[in-house]
C-alpha cells in the first residue's frame, strides 16, 4: 500500500516521490524527468507564464494533499514538468530581452546594450 506523495523541484527538475507503506523503513520511490519536452502536448504554446505558474501551483497543491490516486498522480506531474519546462523557457527569454540604458556624461540617454545580471 502506497503512502504519502510529494513534489519537489532538486536540480531543475520535478520529482515525485511515494513513500511506501509496506515495508518498515519508509523508503521513497522517485523519479526525476528528464528535460521536458520541446512540444508540451496539450499545454497550449501561448499560454501566458502567470497562467502557466497557476496551473503549476494546483498541480503542487493537488499532489501534496495526498488525495489523488497514483495514476491521476503521474498525469498530474507529467503536466507539471512541461509547465515547469514552459515557465522556465518564458522566463529565459525575458531575461534575454532585458536591456539597460546607456547615458552619456549628461546622463542622457544614448542607447541600450544587454544587461549584465552580474
Known amino acids: 500500500m502506497l503512502g504519502e506523495k510529494s513534489l519537489l523541484v532538486k536540480g531543475g527538475s520535478l520529482i ?22 520541446d512540444n508540451p502536448g496539450d499545454i ?4 501566458s507564464f502567470e497562467e ?3 496551473r503549476l501551483e494546483d498541480i503542487v497543491r493537488k499532489l501534496e494533499s ?3 490516486p497514483l495514476d491521476k498522480s503521474i498525469d498530474l506531474y507529467g503536466e507539471g514538468e512541461k509547465l ?8 529565459e527569454a525575458a531575461q534575454a530581452k532585458i536591456e539597460k540604458i546607456t547615458l552619456d556624461r549628461e546622463g542622457k540617454p544614448t542607447g541600450t546594450t544587454a ?3 552580474d
Do not use: H, W, Y
Open 52 to 54: 502557466a505558474l497557476k
Open 115 to 117: 544587461f549584465d545580471a
Open 16 to 37: 515525485l516521490q511515494i513513500t511506501d507503506l509496506t515495508t518498515s523503513s519508509s523508503p521513497v520511490i522517485g523519479k526525476a524527468m528528464s528535460e521536458p519536452n
Open 84 to 91: 515547469r519546462g514552459l515557465c522556465q523557457k518564458r522566463l
Open 44 to 47: 497550449p504554446a501561448d499560454l
Open 66 to 68: 495526498g488525495d489523488v
